[in-house]
């Protein structure tokens, strides 16, 4: 008997704080962008996609020691648990993809390990995409 009382009580408790008995407010809410009232008057084109190397071509490096650069989009998955670039650069994998295996210095052992310190490629690696459109003001000089 306490145990049906007790559920009962339960549930007229959460029924009375279901909200719906709430009182309905319907005065328009004023909502203003962060542009204020001015009107979007100027739509311009997007733009252009970037685009890649062909199969078997790299950019050259502009410093000695510079991590090689990715000749494709850099956006496969990398956790703590899976590495997504190991599906076609691991040293059992890579000759069958026709891709660079990681560096003898990214491993720990024969068999191709990754350490901790090389595990996230993308830390030093990056896409070599032919951007149509400059992302931020670059002065870099080489000389």
Same mark, same amino acid.
């Given at each position: /008997? ?14 009375? *704080? $279901?909200?719906q ?18 009107q ?32 494709h989009?850099?956006?496969? &998955?990398?956790?703590? !648990? ?7 650069? $691991? ?5 069958? /993809? ?11 052992? &024969? ?9 996230? *490629?993308?830390?030093?690696?990056? &896409? ?9 003001? !670059?002065?870099? $000089?080489?000389?």
């Open positions: /008997m306490k145990r049906v009382l007790t559920l009962a009580a339960l549930f007229v408790a959460i029924a009375g *704080c $279901s909200g008995n709430a009182p309905v407010n319907n005065e328009p809410v004023n909502v203003q962008s962060l542009a204020g009232s001015a979007i008057t100027d739509v311009r084109p997007a733009d252009a996609l970037p685009t890649y190397p062909k199969r078997g071509t790299a950019i050259e490096r502009n410093y000695s020691e510079q991590p090689p650069l990715i000749p989009k850099d956006d496969y &998955a990398i956790t703590l !648990n899976k590495n997504g670039c190991l599906n076609c650069h $691991s040293w059992d994998k890579a000759e069958r /993809m026709k891709a660079t295996p990681v560096a003898k210095s990214h491993t720990v052992d &024969a068999k191709g390990t990754l350490n901790g310190h090389n595990y996230f *490629c993308t830390q030093c690696h990056v &896409a070599q995409a032919d951007n149509k459109t400059e992302l931020v003001e !670059n002065t870099f $000089s080489t000389k």
